[in-house]
Structure formats: C-alpha cells, structure tokens
C-alpha cells in the first residue's frame, strides 16, 4: 500500500508521453493498478498513461476524503475499479483467431462482470478480482466450440 501512496505523490497530472521514460510509466502504472501481466501487457503507452492520471485524480480525492488508513480496500483494488472496464484477448484451443474478453466492474454486485462478447453476449460470469477474470478467460476460451469452416467451392448447391 505504501508503494502506491508513494507512486502517488510522485504522479503528476502534466506529466505528457513525449515527457515520460517509459520505465516511469511502467513502475507507476503497476504500483496504481497492478494488473495482471497478460492484461497489461495489451495496453498501449497513452492507455496506460491515461489510466495513471485517472486513477491518481481519484485516489487523491479518497485519500482527501478518507485518509490513507481509511481507504475501504487497497489502492490498487480501488484504482481498478475506478477504471470500470477491462478488455484483453485470449488464444484458444479451437479458434485461429484470438477471443477477446471484457470485465466490468459492478458496483451493486460488488464483483467483477466478466463476458466473452465475441461468443454470447448473454454469459456473464461474476468473479472477485481481475487475477481471477483472466484465469477464467483462459479456461472459457478453450471451451468455445470451434469456429465452422467455410469451404470456398461449396457452394451449398447439389
């Protein structure tokens, strides 16, 4: 927790990306967030940048409001889900193409929405934290069916 707080006062909301080491980012987005590696690993320099200021303005602002030993649960885990949604993407064993996931936070639930939309927008599996959600894209990915094959000379005519 300290880690993030000291992040914390490091971040500067002018701070722009021709201006930033990419080291700087990095440490400062994993300190704020810490998600987990493959998730973060999809983000681009000006998602991630964008992310830190957000995240920082509302961390700021519960740390006013609370102070630092009266936040509810970690920096990080109040970061996460000031960002709302996440969207990363999966091999699977039966598709050619990677399978793209979604978690969401939902704050009436108190959990994480995690969807697959490119297979059934209507699945929605409820899991306790990011780490989890990835987990179980993973096994949801390889338990997709198999795409259907087009055969170019079929022309469904006999």
Known sequence: MSDALEILNEVKT?????????LRLHRWHRALLDLPDPVYMQYGCSKLLEQVHQVSAALRAMIDLLGAEGL???????????????????????????VEFQAS????????????PVEDSHTIKSVPGLAVAFE???????????????????????
């Not at 002018?14 to 990419?22: E, F, I, K, M, S």
Request: hydrophobic fraction near 30%.
């Open 72 to 98: 509810p649960v970690a920096p990080q885990e109040l970061a996460q889900r000031t960002i709302q949604t996440f969207r990363w993407y999966v091999p699977s064993d039966h598709r050619a193409e990677l």
């Open 14 to 22: 002018t701070a722009d990306l021709r201006n930033l080491h990419p």
């Open 136 to 158: 179980k894209s993973q096994a949801w990915a390889n338990e997709l069916t198999p795409e259907e094959e087009f055969d170019e000379d079929d022309e469904g005519v006999e």
């Open 105 to 116: 936070w939902d704050k009436e639930a108190s959990s994480w929405k995690l969807t697959c």
